[in-house]
Protein backbone atom coordinates (compact mmCIF):
# COMPACT_ATOMS: atom_id res chain seq x y z
CA UNK A 1 0.00 0.00 0.00
CA UNK A 2 1.49 3.29 -0.98
CA UNK A 3 1.83 6.52 1.12
CA UNK A 4 -1.27 7.90 0.15
CA UNK A 5 -3.33 5.01 0.42
CA UNK A 6 -1.97 4.17 4.17
CA UNK A 7 -2.63 8.03 4.27
CA UNK A 8 -6.28 7.06 3.57
CA UNK A 9 -7.43 4.19 4.93
CA UNK A 10 -6.29 5.75 8.38
CA UNK A 11 -8.86 8.53 7.77
CA UNK A 12 -11.49 6.06 6.86
CA UNK A 13 -11.12 3.78 10.00
CA UNK A 14 -10.41 7.49 12.15
CA UNK A 15 -14.21 8.35 10.43
CA UNK A 16 -15.98 4.80 11.21
CA UNK A 17 -14.59 4.79 14.29
CA UNK A 18 -16.39 7.84 15.20
CA UNK A 19 -19.43 6.83 13.45
CA UNK A 20 -19.50 3.40 15.46
CA UNK A 21 -19.42 5.40 18.81
CA UNK A 22 -23.22 6.08 17.62
CA UNK A 23 -23.57 2.17 16.48
CA UNK A 24 -24.05 4.22 12.78
CA UNK A 25 -22.28 2.20 9.87
CA UNK A 26 -21.69 4.48 6.58
CA UNK A 27 -21.99 3.65 2.61
CA UNK A 28 -18.55 4.77 1.09
CA UNK A 29 -20.46 8.21 -0.30
CA UNK A 30 -20.98 9.13 3.87
CA UNK A 31 -17.70 7.93 4.37
CA UNK A 32 -16.01 10.43 1.61
CA UNK A 33 -18.42 13.14 2.97
CA UNK A 34 -17.61 12.46 6.69
CA UNK A 35 -14.20 11.87 6.20
CA UNK A 36 -12.19 13.16 9.42
CA UNK A 37 -8.76 15.21 7.86
CA UNK A 38 -8.25 17.13 11.36
CA UNK A 39 -6.27 19.87 9.54
CA UNK A 40 -5.88 20.75 5.81
CA UNK A 41 -1.92 21.35 7.18
CA UNK A 42 0.24 18.96 8.38
CA UNK A 43 4.24 19.23 8.48
CA UNK A 44 4.63 17.45 5.86
CA UNK A 45 2.33 20.00 3.40
CA UNK A 46 -0.77 20.17 2.41
CA UNK A 47 -3.10 16.78 2.40
CA UNK A 48 -4.55 15.87 -1.16
CA UNK A 49 -8.05 15.87 -1.90
CA UNK A 50 -9.48 13.15 -1.51
CA UNK A 51 -11.99 11.68 -4.18
CA UNK A 52 -15.00 8.90 -3.65
CA UNK A 53 -13.65 7.22 -5.90
CA UNK A 54 -10.36 6.69 -4.09
CA UNK A 55 -12.51 6.28 -0.79
CA UNK A 56 -13.90 3.65 -2.27
CA UNK A 57 -10.68 1.74 -4.11
CA UNK A 58 -9.04 2.17 -0.31
CA UNK A 59 -11.91 0.43 1.20
CA UNK A 60 -12.03 -2.65 -0.95
CA UNK A 61 -8.75 -4.61 0.81
CA UNK A 62 -9.71 -3.34 3.90
CA UNK A 63 -12.97 -5.26 3.67
CA UNK A 64 -11.06 -7.94 2.06
CA UNK A 65 -8.71 -8.35 5.02
CA UNK A 66 -11.59 -8.42 7.30
CA UNK A 67 -10.65 -5.23 8.97
CA UNK A 68 -13.66 -3.66 7.71
CA UNK A 69 -17.66 -5.29 7.21
CA UNK A 70 -19.83 -4.42 4.24
CA UNK A 71 -23.75 -5.29 4.46
CA UNK A 72 -26.41 -3.20 1.97
CA UNK A 73 -23.59 -0.86 0.77
CA UNK A 74 -23.45 -0.05 4.45
CA UNK A 75 -19.53 -0.20 5.91
CA UNK A 76 -18.72 -1.23 9.67
CA UNK A 77 -15.60 -2.31 12.24
CA UNK A 78 -15.85 -6.52 11.42
CA UNK A 79 -18.04 -7.87 13.83
CA UNK A 80 -20.70 -4.86 14.40
CA UNK A 81 -22.95 -6.40 11.17
CA UNK A 82 -26.08 -5.67 13.55
CA UNK A 83 -25.68 -1.87 12.94
CA UNK A 84 -26.70 -2.10 10.04
CA UNK A 85 -30.26 -3.31 10.68
CA UNK A 86 -30.35 -1.04 13.64
CA UNK A 87 -29.76 2.09 11.13
CA UNK A 88 -32.56 0.56 9.10
CA UNK A 89 -34.71 0.28 12.07
CA UNK A 90 -33.99 4.04 13.30
CA UNK A 91 -34.19 6.07 9.93
CA UNK A 92 -38.27 4.24 9.45
CA UNK A 93 -38.69 5.38 13.53
CA UNK A 94 -37.29 8.80 12.52
CA UNK A 95 -39.95 9.32 9.85
CA UNK A 96 -42.63 9.86 12.45
CA UNK A 97 -40.69 12.24 14.35
CA UNK A 98 -40.47 14.52 11.34
CA UNK A 99 -43.61 15.26 10.91
CA UNK A 100 -43.70 16.73 14.37
CA UNK A 101 -40.76 18.59 13.49
CA UNK A 102 -42.98 20.21 10.59
CA UNK A 103 -45.80 20.87 12.83
CA UNK A 104 -43.16 22.43 15.50
CA UNK A 105 -41.92 24.81 12.81
CA UNK A 106 -45.39 25.31 11.42
CA UNK A 107 -46.03 26.98 14.50
CA UNK A 108 -43.08 29.35 15.47
CA UNK A 109 -42.40 30.66 12.23
CA UNK A 110 -44.87 32.96 13.28
CA UNK A 111 -43.24 34.26 15.92
CA UNK A 112 -41.08 37.18 14.60
CA UNK A 113 -38.10 36.85 15.82
CA UNK A 114 -37.15 33.27 15.06
CA UNK A 115 -34.78 33.84 12.06
CA UNK A 116 -34.08 29.79 11.83
CA UNK A 117 -34.88 26.79 13.07
CA UNK A 118 -31.94 23.38 12.73
CA UNK A 119 -32.60 20.19 14.07
CA UNK A 120 -29.88 18.30 15.70
CA UNK A 121 -28.75 15.41 17.51
CA UNK A 122 -29.75 11.90 16.35
CA UNK A 123 -32.62 13.00 14.30
CA UNK A 124 -30.72 15.26 12.55
CA UNK A 125 -29.02 11.62 10.95
CA UNK A 126 -32.27 10.07 10.82
CA UNK A 127 -30.73 7.25 14.04
CA UNK A 128 -33.63 8.19 16.64
CA UNK A 129 -34.70 5.10 19.16
CA UNK A 130 -37.84 4.54 20.76
CA UNK A 131 -38.40 8.35 23.39
CA UNK A 132 -35.61 10.11 22.15
CA UNK A 133 -36.10 13.90 22.12
CA UNK A 134 -35.89 16.11 19.21
CA UNK A 135 -33.20 18.29 19.56
CA UNK A 136 -33.50 22.03 18.02
CA UNK A 137 -31.02 24.99 17.59
CA UNK A 138 -33.26 28.22 17.80
CA UNK A 139 -31.96 31.10 16.44
CA UNK A 140 -33.63 34.64 17.00
CA UNK A 141 -33.17 38.17 16.34
CA UNK A 142 -30.52 40.48 18.17
CA UNK A 143 -32.09 41.31 21.75
CA UNK A 144 -34.87 38.91 21.56
CA UNK A 145 -33.60 35.45 22.21
CA UNK A 146 -35.29 35.21 25.91
CA UNK A 147 -38.58 36.92 24.79
CA UNK A 148 -38.64 33.58 21.88
CA UNK A 149 -37.37 31.36 24.75
CA UNK A 150 -40.55 31.38 26.62
CA UNK A 151 -43.20 32.13 23.98
CA UNK A 152 -41.78 28.77 22.48
CA UNK A 153 -41.40 26.97 25.88
CA UNK A 154 -44.90 27.98 26.35
CA UNK A 155 -45.98 26.33 22.84
CA UNK A 156 -44.05 23.16 24.19
CA UNK A 157 -45.55 22.95 27.31
CA UNK A 158 -49.68 23.17 26.06
CA UNK A 159 -48.25 20.13 23.71
CA UNK A 160 -46.89 18.69 26.83
CA UNK A 161 -43.77 18.33 25.02
CA UNK A 162 -41.55 20.70 27.36
CA UNK A 163 -38.88 18.72 28.65
CA UNK A 164 -38.64 19.52 32.65
CA UNK A 165 -35.16 19.93 34.31
CA UNK A 166 -35.10 16.39 35.44
CA UNK A 167 -34.87 15.04 31.89
CA UNK A 168 -37.15 12.02 32.57
CA UNK A 169 -39.75 12.75 30.07
CA UNK A 170 -39.71 10.95 26.85
CA UNK A 171 -40.43 12.20 23.60
CA UNK A 172 -39.88 16.06 24.23
CA UNK A 173 -39.27 18.81 22.39
CA UNK A 174 -35.27 19.38 23.54
CA UNK A 175 -34.33 23.37 22.21
CA UNK A 176 -30.57 22.85 23.63
CA UNK A 177 -29.00 25.54 21.24
CA UNK A 178 -30.07 29.10 21.46
CA UNK A 179 -27.76 31.93 19.39
CA UNK A 180 -28.81 35.62 18.22
CA UNK A 181 -28.21 36.54 15.09
CA UNK A 182 -25.67 38.56 15.74
CA UNK A 183 -23.42 35.74 17.85
CA UNK A 184 -23.61 32.40 15.85
CA UNK A 185 -20.14 31.53 15.90
CA UNK A 186 -19.20 28.81 18.44
CA UNK A 187 -16.82 29.25 21.43
CA UNK A 188 -13.62 28.09 20.91
CA UNK A 189 -14.41 25.25 23.45
CA UNK A 190 -16.74 23.84 20.81
CA UNK A 191 -14.69 24.13 18.24
CA UNK A 192 -13.50 20.40 17.84
CA UNK A 193 -13.78 17.28 15.98
CA UNK A 194 -17.34 16.76 18.02
CA UNK A 195 -18.25 20.22 17.60
CA UNK A 196 -17.46 19.80 13.95
CA UNK A 197 -19.74 16.59 13.48
CA UNK A 198 -22.24 18.13 15.35
CA UNK A 199 -22.41 21.41 13.40
CA UNK A 200 -22.36 19.81 9.85
CA UNK A 201 -25.00 17.15 10.85
CA UNK A 202 -27.63 19.98 12.02
CA UNK A 203 -30.18 19.86 9.42
CA UNK A 204 -32.39 23.59 9.02
CA UNK A 205 -35.44 22.84 8.63
CA UNK A 206 -36.77 26.65 8.64
CA UNK A 207 -34.63 30.15 7.91
CA UNK A 208 -36.99 33.51 7.78
CA UNK A 209 -36.65 34.97 4.01
CA UNK A 210 -34.47 37.22 3.37
CA UNK A 211 -32.16 36.22 6.78
CA UNK A 212 -29.54 33.84 4.97
CA UNK A 213 -29.15 32.68 8.68
CA UNK A 214 -28.08 29.21 7.79
CA UNK A 215 -25.78 30.51 5.33
CA UNK A 216 -24.43 32.74 7.65
CA UNK A 217 -24.21 30.26 10.72
CA UNK A 218 -21.96 28.12 8.32
CA UNK A 219 -19.74 31.10 7.54
CA UNK A 220 -19.37 32.14 10.79
CA UNK A 221 -18.19 28.51 12.13
CA UNK A 222 -16.35 27.97 8.97
CA UNK A 223 -13.37 26.23 11.57
CA UNK A 224 -15.29 23.11 11.19
CA UNK A 225 -14.04 22.43 7.43
CA UNK A 226 -10.31 22.16 8.72
CA UNK A 227 -11.62 18.97 10.66
CA UNK A 228 -14.35 17.78 7.89
CA UNK A 229 -13.94 19.54 4.72
CA UNK A 230 -16.49 17.59 2.10
CA UNK A 231 -19.05 17.61 5.04
CA UNK A 232 -18.58 21.67 5.65
CA UNK A 233 -18.85 22.05 1.71
CA UNK A 234 -22.14 20.07 1.63
CA UNK A 235 -23.27 21.61 4.36
CA UNK A 236 -23.14 24.90 2.21
CA UNK A 237 -25.07 23.46 -0.19
CA UNK A 238 -28.16 22.47 1.94
CA UNK A 239 -28.18 25.94 3.34
CA UNK A 240 -28.65 27.41 0.33
CA UNK A 241 -32.00 25.04 -0.39
CA UNK A 242 -33.20 25.80 2.78
CA UNK A 243 -32.97 29.16 1.95
CA UNK A 244 -34.80 28.77 -1.24
CA UNK A 245 -37.47 26.43 -0.46
CA UNK A 246 -38.08 28.82 2.87
CA UNK A 247 -38.55 31.86 0.43
CA UNK A 248 -40.40 29.85 -1.58
CA UNK A 249 -43.02 29.01 0.85
CA UNK A 250 -43.16 32.24 2.78
CA UNK A 251 -44.44 33.81 -0.03
CA UNK A 252 -47.40 36.02 -0.13
CA UNK A 253 -46.29 36.65 3.05
CA UNK A 254 -44.70 39.82 2.91
CA UNK A 255 -47.53 41.85 4.23
CA UNK A 256 -47.56 40.34 7.83
CA UNK A 257 -43.31 40.63 7.51
CA UNK A 258 -43.80 44.38 7.08
CA UNK A 259 -46.48 44.79 10.01
CA UNK A 260 -43.83 42.86 12.31
CA UNK A 261 -41.17 45.15 11.41
CA UNK A 262 -43.15 48.25 12.00
CA UNK A 263 -43.80 46.76 15.30
CA UNK A 264 -40.29 46.14 15.79
CA UNK A 265 -39.43 49.55 14.87
CA UNK A 266 -41.86 50.82 17.25
CA UNK A 267 -41.53 49.26 19.91
CA UNK A 268 -37.40 48.23 19.96
CA UNK A 269 -36.46 50.06 23.32
CA UNK A 270 -39.74 48.50 24.89
CA UNK A 271 -38.97 45.09 23.70
CA UNK A 272 -35.10 45.11 24.41
CA UNK A 273 -35.28 45.65 27.86
CA UNK A 274 -38.10 43.14 28.49
CA UNK A 275 -35.93 40.58 27.08
CA UNK A 276 -33.03 41.64 29.57
CA UNK A 277 -35.43 41.13 31.53
CA UNK A 278 -36.83 37.80 30.91
CA UNK A 279 -33.11 36.97 30.70
CA UNK A 280 -32.50 38.32 34.47
CA UNK A 281 -35.44 35.75 35.94
CA UNK A 282 -34.91 32.96 34.07
CA UNK A 283 -31.18 32.87 34.56
CA UNK A 284 -32.04 33.43 38.83
CA UNK A 285 -34.37 30.68 38.25
CA UNK A 286 -32.21 28.33 36.22
CA UNK A 287 -28.94 28.74 38.34
CA UNK A 288 -29.51 26.43 40.48
CA UNK A 289 -30.23 23.94 38.49
CA UNK A 290 -27.44 24.22 36.13
CA UNK A 291 -24.20 22.15 35.57
CA UNK A 292 -22.48 22.15 32.29
CA UNK A 293 -24.40 24.86 30.96
CA UNK A 294 -23.47 27.90 29.16
CA UNK A 295 -25.92 30.57 29.12
CA UNK A 296 -25.51 34.04 28.90
CA UNK A 297 -28.08 36.91 26.70
CA UNK A 298 -27.03 36.67 23.72
CA UNK A 299 -26.90 32.64 24.02
CA UNK A 300 -27.83 29.36 25.71
CA UNK A 301 -26.67 26.26 25.29
CA UNK A 302 -28.00 23.39 27.55
CA UNK A 303 -25.85 20.28 27.70
CA UNK A 304 -25.86 19.34 31.27
CA UNK A 305 -24.46 15.87 30.20
CA UNK A 306 -20.57 15.82 28.92
CA UNK A 307 -21.57 14.14 25.92
CA UNK A 308 -18.48 15.07 23.73
CA UNK A 309 -16.27 13.21 26.15
CA UNK A 310 -18.43 9.83 26.09
CA UNK A 311 -18.40 9.67 22.22
CA UNK A 312 -14.40 10.46 22.47
CA UNK A 313 -14.01 7.11 24.74
CA UNK A 314 -16.27 4.97 22.31
CA UNK A 315 -14.47 6.88 19.45
CA UNK A 316 -10.81 5.63 21.08
CA UNK A 317 -12.19 1.75 21.81
CA UNK A 318 -13.09 1.40 18.61
CA UNK A 319 -9.82 2.79 16.53
CA UNK A 320 -7.92 0.73 18.99
CA UNK A 321 -9.97 -2.21 18.23
CA UNK A 322 -8.71 -2.53 15.11
CA UNK A 323 -5.22 -1.62 15.89
CA UNK A 324 -4.87 1.61 14.64
Same mark, same amino acid.
Given at each position: ?158 ? *? /??? +?????? &????? !? =? #?? %? ?71 ? *? /??? +?????? &????? !? =? #?? %? ?53
Amino acid at each position: MDNFSAFLARRILMTLGYSQAFGFPLTSHEIWVRLLVKSTHTTQGVIPVVTESQVVTVLQPLVHDGVVGVRDNHYFFAGHETTVVDRKKQTALSQVKWMEVQSFVEQIRHIPWIQGVAVTGSLAVDSTHPGDDIDFMIVTSANRLWLSRVWISWLAQLQ *G /KRR +SWKRED &LNSWC !F =N #LW %LSEDRLRMPIALQTVYGAYELCQAKWVYSRPGSGVAMTFLKENSWAKWYVPNYYASKKYDASSAIEKSTREEG *G /KSW +SMSIST &LVEAV !F =N #LP %LTIINLLFYSIQFSYMKSHMTRERVSLHSAFFHPRNTKHGIYELWSAAVREVGQ
